[in-house]
């Protein structure tokens, strides 16, 4: 009982990432990330997803696709000049945070990355990947019709 409330419950926080993945300005998030003017609110369920779908599924041996080994490649090559200019002297300029602003460009890197990976193997699935197109499309349908009422 308990595997099959916990799919349900996965199926249903892939489900409002979909649909909610036309909002992209959410004041919860906003708040969240320092006042950003693009938050959107699936990045919420996204993280919820990693942690309670994402993670058991690499830990039982899930594979990653073929296609995902150049992005993997790219976001090492993005994090070593992160990582390396600890070791450079940067001129302060103004109240500007070195440090915070190469983790807002990581934590932005690695929310890419993980959005990806996440929708790449869930839906490698093809029954998963035409549920995913169906709820992207409801949402589509609800951003339209909220437009015609403003």
């Known amino acids: 009982m308990a595997g099959k409330t916990a799919v349900r419950l996965i199926t249903l926080i892939w489900a409002a990432a979909f649909i909610l993945l036309p909002l992209t300005s959410f004041p919860l998030v906003s708040e969240l990330v320092g006042g950003s003017l693009v938050a959107p609110l699936s990045i919420l369920l996204i993280g919820v997803l990693v942690v309670v779908w994402f993670v058991p599924y690499l ?17 090492v090559i993005a994090v070593l000049p ?69």
């Not at 830990?59 to 976001?75: N, R, T, V």
């Not at 490698?124 to 609800?142: E, Y």
Request: with cysteine.
């Open 59 to 75: 830990w039982k041996g899930g594979k990653l696709p073929i296609q995902s080994l150049p992005l993997i490649a790219f976001a």
């Open 82 to 150: 992160c990582l390396v200019s600890y070791f450079r002297i940067i001129p302060i300029f103004r109240d500007h945070n070195f440090s915070f602003n190469m983790l807002e460009g990581l934590l932005t890197l690695f929310i890419g990355i993980a959005s990806y990976l996440l929708v790449a193997v869930w839906a490698g699935d093809s029954k998963n990947l035409g549920v995913a197109l169906l709820w992207i499309h409801w949402g589509g349908v609800a951003v339209v019709l909220w437009s015609a009422v403003q």
